[in-house]
């Protein structure tokens, strides 16, 4: 059975970090393009960063660019999501996707496979 298992949320204060890792199981994710997504309560689930299968291609959602880092490690089968200066409006809950045949660009329309995500709150 195909997982993506998400771990790392929990509760910081605005201005801190936190890293969310992604461990996909039952089968390699070498080859497929990792993406992250997250949905704040009452709001459509929204692209956050997303990384190509060698890890030399990336790509981030304005509101993110400069604070978050994707990143991943095929030894391990592992993707992470490295985020400083966190905000407020960065609560929600994060989700981890995989995405065979899709891009970095396109992976929210052609995900194979999704998470059921971790908490991310932001206290002000």
């Known amino acids: 059975q195909v997982q993506l298992v998400e771990s790392g949320g929990g509760l910081v204060q605005a201005g801190g970090s936190l890293r969310l890792a992604c461990a996909p199981s039952g089968r390699t994710f070498i080859s497929y393009a990792m993406g992250w997504f997250r949905q704040a309560p009452g709001k459509e689930r929204e692209f956050v960063a997303a990384i190509s299968w060698s890890g030399g291609s990336r790509y981030y959602a304005d509101s993110v660019k400069g604070r978050f880092t994707i990143s991943r490690d095929n030894a391990k089968n592992m993707v992470y999501l490295q985020m400083n200066s966190l905000k407020p409006e960065d609560t929600a809950v994060y989700y981890c996707?995989?995405?065979?045949?899709?891009?970095?660009?396109?992976?929210?329309?052609?995900?194979?496979?999704w998470g059921q995500g971790t908490q991310v709150t932001v206290s002000s």
């Open positions: 996707a995989a995405s065979f045949y899709g891009s970095i660009w396109s992976i929210a329309s052609r995900a194979d496979y």
